[in-house]
Structures are given as structure tokens and as C-alpha cells.
């Protein structure tokens, strides 16, 4: 039986919106509501306390328009709720699990490297999904701090020596350590997915989440017989703050425009 009910993506703020372009891209149809949490972003340097708690208030949020299934596009969420207790009423698909499925299929040579927020990094999310998985696999981590603030600036060309620089900076132990797979464990990375490669070179293959979690998403759907049976889709945006960056960050992230006047703004501490 088709089910015509939206996709609920949340994210801490506009970044997710690079999970839902892969959604978007592998199940055009599908209806979604999407919830960046702008006022409170962002998630990667808060403790994991207030991390649940924003998660189930955005839970509650996407719950309250009638979603079919939660995705969490957030890497900074998915780490911290991957070992919590959580139960909602729809199935719910976290950005880690199937991250690390692909990098773990994909490494030859059982190095594999995991970039994200200090939060994300500091859980150990990513490795403890991949040495489950295989334990012979040697997982490297670092936390890149800056590259959030440098995508939702636009700086993000691979020709820019200053945007090179800071990239290497964080990735050169990565690339010391030999990993032949590296996972862009947080929202905004794979908008930088070209100069990660000029910097880690051709041999080293990039996971992106979103994609890894949209075909899992498509997959459920299928099996379960629940994809929607319409045939435009459409898409409606809520934030908790409504800031002057966003249309241009939105597109950068999206790739596509959004239109500024049909974004809603909502109370998230009233949910
Ligand atoms: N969305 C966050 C993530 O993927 C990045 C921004 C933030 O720190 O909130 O980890």
C-alpha cells in the first residue's frame, strides 16, 4: 500500500539539506518535511545532554506533521542518539549505520578515516559501527572544526589556497595514517568533497551519508511497500530561526533554490 505521508528530515540547522539533495535525488516523488533547528545550531560543540534533548524536540516537531519515518540528518544527532534508548512511534534512520556499512565495503586495504564535529568524533559512533562490523578494520579520526563555519561562509573552492591550507591542516594526519576510504561524518563536508579529494589525492574514496542513508531509506520503502504513490512531490521547510544567509546557504546545501517566503518559522521550545 502506497503511502502518500512525508519523509521528516531534521537537521541542527541548514546542513541537512545536503542528506535530503540525496533523498530527493533517489526518490523524486517521496513528499518531505524538513526542520532545521537555525536557531539553536550549531549541535557539534554541545554536550550530549543537550543533544538528546534538542533530537527529541525535533522528533516531536516532524512527529506533530504526520511524517512516515525520521531521518536524522545531523552526523552530531546520529552519534549521540546511535547508543541511546530510542523508541518513536516511526521507524527512524540515523547518518552512521550506513556510513559505515559503505566505507567498510569499500576499504581494500582496512584503513578507513572519520571526519566530523568534535561531538561526533568524541562518541565514537562511526568506529564502534565499523570494528562491529569488522574488527580487523584500523579506524582514524579527527574532529574538523572549521569546516562548517567555512562551508555556511561559501568558502569552499578546491582553487583557494586558504581553504586548501585549512583542509590540509586537518586532513594530513588522515592522509600519514594511509586511509584508503574516508567518511564525511557530518552535513556540510561533502560540499567540500573537492577539495577533500585534491588534498587526500584520488585513491582515497569519499562516503557521503546522505547517500549511503538514502538508499537505505529507498530500500525500506520498497520493502515495505510504503513509497508514495504521487507524482510531484512537495516539500515543506520549517527552521527555528529565520537568519539573512539563509537562501544562499539553503541553495549552496540543497543545490536547488528555496523559496525564502514559503519557509515557516516555529516555536521549537512550545512543541
Ligand atoms: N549538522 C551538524 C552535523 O552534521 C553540523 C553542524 C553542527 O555542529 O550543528 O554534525
Known sequence: MSDKRPIGIFDSGLGGLTVMKEIVKLM?????????DTGRVPYGTRSREIINKY?????????????????????????????TKHSLP????????YAAQMAVKATKNKKIGVIGTSATI????????????????????????????????????????????????YLEPLKQSGVDTLILGCTHYPILCDVISKVMGDGVTLI??????????????????????????CYDFFV??????????????????????????VDIDKI
Not at 255 to 264: A, H
Request: glycine content about 4%; hydrophobic content about 40%.
Open 208 to 233: 557521503n551519508p546522505g547517500e549511503a542513508l538514502a538508499l537505505a531509506v529507498k530500500q525500506y520503502l520498497d520493502d515495505s511497500d510504503t513509497a508514495t504513490d504521487d507524482t510531484t512531490a
Open 240 to 265: 527555528s530561526d529565520k537568519t539573512a544567509a539563509f537562501e544562499k546557504t539553503a541553495e549552496m546545501l540543497l543545490g536547488r533554490k528555496i523559496d525564502y517566503n514559503q519557509v515557516k518559522q
Open 90 to 97: 516511526v521507524p527512524f534512520f540515523e547518518v552512521i549505520s
Open 28 to 36: 523524486p516523488n517521496e513528499n518531505i518535511v524538513y526542520f532545521g
Open 122 to 169: 568524541n562518541s565514537g559512533s562511526h568506529k564502534n559501527k565499523i570494528l562491529e562490523l569488522d574488527s580487523t578494520i584500523q579506524v582514524f579520526t579527527n574532529a574538523c572544526t572549521l569546516f562548517v563555519p567555512f562551508v555556511e561562509e561559501g568558502w569552499i573552492s578546491a582553487d583557494d589556497d586558504v581553504v586548501l591550507g585549512m583542509v590540509s591542516k
Open 55 to 83: 533530537a527529541m524536540q525535533d522528533e516531536k516537531f516532524l512527529l506533530n506533521n504526520d511524517v512516515k519515518l525520521i531521518v536524522a540528518a545531523c552526523g552530531t544527532v546520529s552519534s549521540v542518539v546511535a547508543d
